[in-house]
Nanobody, 126 residues
Framework: QVQLVVSGGGLVQAGGSLRLSCSASGRTFSNYGMGWFRQASGKEREFVAAISWSGGKNYYGDSVKGRFSISRDNAKNTVYLKMNSLNPEVTAVYYC???????????????????WGQGTQVTVSS
């Protein structure tokens, strides 16, 4: 079992920044890859970013490349999503997820993740 707790969401003005955190417990954090996904109201879940166990591989959704950055601190069992240059289009509930199958990849396939955090609302006002 892996428990994931997401924090850091909130309301921010367009052009601002936020950093989301996802703290993991239950299994050795460095044994699995991590990902961030989001779901806006009325829309399907969307891949945002993913990172391999070591942080050596990462992968981003096309809509966030250059603005979002994923990182992890294995000593703190935490993965982060730094979001810059925010606009209202990124308003959504953001989820982190753990991929236990292959820790060496940065996986963009939501259905291959094993555990999910509770989500945090990010709202960007214009």
């Amino acid at each position: 079992q892996v428990q994931l707790v997401v924090s850091g969401g909130g309301l921010v003005q367009a052009g601002g920044s936020l950093r989301l955190s996802c703290s993991a417990s239950g299994r050795t954090f460095s044994n699995y890859g991590m990902g961030w996904f989001r779901q806006a109201s009325g829309k399907e879940r969307e891949f945002v970013a993913a990172i391999s166990w070591s942080g050596g591989k990462n992968y981003y959704g096309d809509s966030v490349k250059g603005r979002f950055s994923i990182s992890r601190d294995n000593a703190k069992n935490t993965v982060y999503l730094k979001m810059n240059s925010l606009n209202p289009e990124v308003t959504a509930v953001y989820y982190c997820a753990a991929d236990l199958a292959d820790a060496n990849i940065a996986n963009d396939q939501a259905n291959e993740y094993n555990y999910w955090g509770q989500g945090t609302q990010v709202t960007v006002s214009s």
